[in-house]
């Protein structure tokens, strides 16, 4: 079984992306083989500086690898090293119908946010389709939100496979569900864009802060509350907590007596002890960035070998090559 991500190098990454998508990527790893790689031409469609992309780029090297994926079991590369894909999103391109595009929802809501409406971003689902298809994926691990872009690439690769014969593996995306969606600190997804992410590796002072700054409603720590469920901070809690300790919070939230003041400190140090081992790797990884550099040019490598492969398969098939 072969399986890949990818995540863009847009802004330090959060607990969302960890749960949603680079803590099951991997676990995975242990499945089969899996690629996974960092989306750099994606990024070009809603970030516009370089330096910036340059450093998000070795930020999210250095996450994944702090987090645990394995280089010597895993493919981990940057999507432009690969440069095979831009070509065979040309190829995919003239088999994707317009209709399929138009109804892509990511491209309706980053629109909505302000992001300028180019080609680019329209076209961001077929150089997805093209990540995916390019190394034969059988399983693609995303967050909820991805789940159409990879409905679309299936799509794709039935339409090029109706039309030039059997080329393409056709992909299923893996959800985590117990995890779908990771609340940010105002309650809404948590998203770079939104301006409510708790970081993984962030600032100790500044996360403490973010945290410790979460609003919730104006009950007194003595009123019972039957919503603890529902409770922002016990939700976050269960993600970084032991499933005990957030059963005692959750009763204590409920019968009342537990003030949102002491719940929130308890989400900070959990949260900071659930990440303490890959903040020290991390930090002994930054200090080597030729070590990571070679991790990532020897898993283009790896990865080109097969992207010129599924290429070549492609270009036979339409008459290219
Ligand atoms: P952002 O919304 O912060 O820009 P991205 O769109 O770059 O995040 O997402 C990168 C990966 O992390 C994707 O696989 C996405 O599904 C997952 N992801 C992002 N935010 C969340 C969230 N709040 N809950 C679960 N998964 C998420
Ligand atoms: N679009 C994905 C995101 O924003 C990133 C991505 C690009 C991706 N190509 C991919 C994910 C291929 C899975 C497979 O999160």
Redesign the pocket.
Known sequence: MRI?????P?GALHLGNYFG?MRPAIELQEKGEALY?I?DY?SMTSLFDAKERRKHTMDVALDFLACGLDAKRTVFFR?SDVPEVTELTWILSTVTPMGLLERAH?YKDKIAKGIAPSHGLFA?PV??AA??LIYD?NV????R??KQ??EMTRDIAIKFNEQYGETFVIPEPQIRDEVAVVPGTDGQKMSKSYGNTIEIFGDEKATRKKIMGIVMDSRTPQEPKPDADKNLAIQLLKLVAPPDVTKDFESRLRAGGLGYGDLKKALFEHYWNYFAAARKKRAELAANPDFVNKILSDGAHKARTLAQQVLQRAKVASGLA
């Open positions: 890949l991500s990818g995540i863009q847009s998508m790689f989306a994606h999507q990511s961001y150089l997805m990540d995916i994926s693609v691990p995303v967050g939100d991805q872009h990879v």
